[in-house]
């Protein structure tokens, strides 16, 4: 009996027999055929038909804004001018805070990456985002800060404690105001 098996079963058999481990069992001996160049360091492209999947990423993800994740950030000052009026404030790079948090990689960004997008909301409702690709400074190279401070004093009630500030902006529509909190989210 043992002599009409295909000489590929019986060393399919033998070799799932000497490494001990649980297998499914074989649904056709063209099957363990497969499996037998699999063991031998073949490839089976069933078993490579999808492309390399990127881990997922965390999406909406809240950047926190407290004191204690802003304290070490590197603080810059800034002259931004918007309505005809020149303001001088200081605070963090978005992107330094991004990144110090983990939510953005320090790396050109490619692939999803250039999916996701910053989504800064006001106290009064107001909301503006930012793609991180336009923030990457190998692409857009958008600078854009977290000012807690013009003229020398903490923001008024009215445009703080924190405020967005895109210096480079040609209209300050994004300087989003009374700011409350800062979500990363990828595209839907
Ligand atoms: N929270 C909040 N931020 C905001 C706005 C707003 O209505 N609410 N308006 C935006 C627009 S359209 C502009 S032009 C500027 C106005 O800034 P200013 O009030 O300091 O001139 O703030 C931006 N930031
Ligand atoms: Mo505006």
């Not at 008024?156 to 902006?169: H, M, T, V």
Request: net charge neutral; proline share 11%.
């Amino acid at each position: 009996m043992i002599r009409l098996l295909p000489p590929l079963l019986i060393l399919g058999l033998s070799a799932c027999a000497s490494t001990g481990q649980a297998q499914r069992a074989p649904a056709s001996a063209q099957e363990t055929t497969t499996n037998v160049s699999d063991q031998a360091g073949g490839h089976d492209p069933r078993l490579h038909a999808a492309p390399p999947q990127a881990p997922p990423i965390a999406s909406p993800v809240i950047v926190p804004l407290d004191a204690a994740t802003l304290a070490p950030l590197p603080r810059e000052s800034i002259t931004a001018t918007a309505h005809e009026r020149t303001l001088h404030c200081e605070g963090v790079p978005l992107l330094a805070l991004l990144r110090a948090t983990g939510v953005m990689p320090a790396e050109p960004l490619r692939g999803v990456q250039l999916t996701r997008y910053v989504q800064a909301d006001a106290r009064d409702g107001y909301r503006a985002v930012y793609s991180l690709a336009e923030l990457d400074p190998t692409l857009g190279n958008r600078k854009v800060f977290l000012v807690d401070r013009c003229e020398g004093k903490p923001l008024a009630d009215e445009d703080g404690p924190l405020r967005l500030i895109a210096p480079e902006e040609a209209r300050p529509a994004r300087w989003v105001r009374q700011l409350k909190s800062i979500t990363v989210i990828v595209a839907p």
